[in-house]
């Protein structure tokens, strides 16, 4: 059993920034694809950004620009760093760990209002 365990989130006003990070109890975690995942109330998950073990890294349309996912294997670690935030990007943010099946972590709850 992996456990995920994010961290990171709060309240921010518009147009500032956080950083979420999330750690995987795996020792074959350079192997793993992790993503970060979000979902606002009454709207199903989506995806935000995802980076596998090679560095490859995809982003949803409406983050490009604005967040930067990383990792670094030696820690077990992946990150997400969001600036410029906007009100829309309201949601519980989890993070995934991908390899053979997927694991969850509890989801950390960023808030952006004035």
């Known amino acids: 059993q992996v456990q995920v365990v994010e961290s990171g989130g709060g309240l921010v006003q518009p147009g500032g920034s956080l950083r979420l990070s999330c750690t995987a109890s795996t020792v074959l975690f350079y192997r793993y694809t992790m993503g970060w995942y979000r979902q606002a109330p009454g709207k199903q998950r989506e995806l935000v950004a995802s980076i596998t073990g090679g560095q490859i890294t995809t982003y949803a349309d409406s983050v490009k620009g604005r967040f930067t996912i990383s990792r670094v294997n030696a820690k077990k670690a992946v990150y997400l760093q969001m600036n410029s935030l906007k009100p829309e990007d309201t949601a519980v943010y989890y993070c995934?760990?991908?390899?053979?099946?997927?694991?969850w972590g509890q989801g950390t709850q960023v808030t952006v209002s004035s």
């Open positions: 995934n760990a991908n390899f053979e099946r997927a694991y």
